[in-house]
Nanobody, 114 residues
Framework: QVQLVESGGGLVQAGGSLRVSCAASGRTFSTYAMGWFRQAPGKEREFVAAIWGSGGTTTYADSVKGRFTISRDNAKNTLYLQMNSLKPEDTAAYYC???????WGQGTQVTVSS
């Protein structure tokens, strides 16, 4: 099991930026593909972005493409999501996920005010 702890959420105005982080336990962090998902109140959890173990391959949901950047620091066992040009519709709890271990973090809340 991989333990995941998100941080960095908060309140930001529309058009602003925020970076959320996900610290992972385990010595095999670099071998895992990882992803970010988000869930707004009353909505289903949705995919945001994913990155493969080496960090060379990434993919994004159309709704965030060009605004969000997923990255990882394997030396620090940490996953990041840089969010720019934030919109009120980006308001959600953001979760990191490791598909190979079906592990989720507890989430970090991002609120974008208009």
């Amino acid at each position: 099991q991989v333990q995941l702890v998100e941080s960095g959420g908060g309140l930001v105005q529309a058009g602003g930026s925020l970076r959320v982080s996900c610290a992972a336990s385990g010595r095999t962090f670099s071998t895992y593909a990882m992803g970010w998902f988000r869930q707004a109140p009353g909505k289903e959890r949705e995919f945001v972005a994913a990155i493969w173990g080496s960090g060379g391959t990434t993919t994004y949901a159309d709704s965030v493409k060009g605004r969000f950047t997923i990255s990882r620091d394997n030396a620090k066992n940490t996953l990041y999501l840089q969010m720019n040009s934030l919109k009120p519709e980006d308001t959600a709890a953001y979760y990191c996920y490791v598909p190979a271990r079906n592990s989720w973090g507890q989430g970090t809340q991002v609120t974008v005010s208009s």
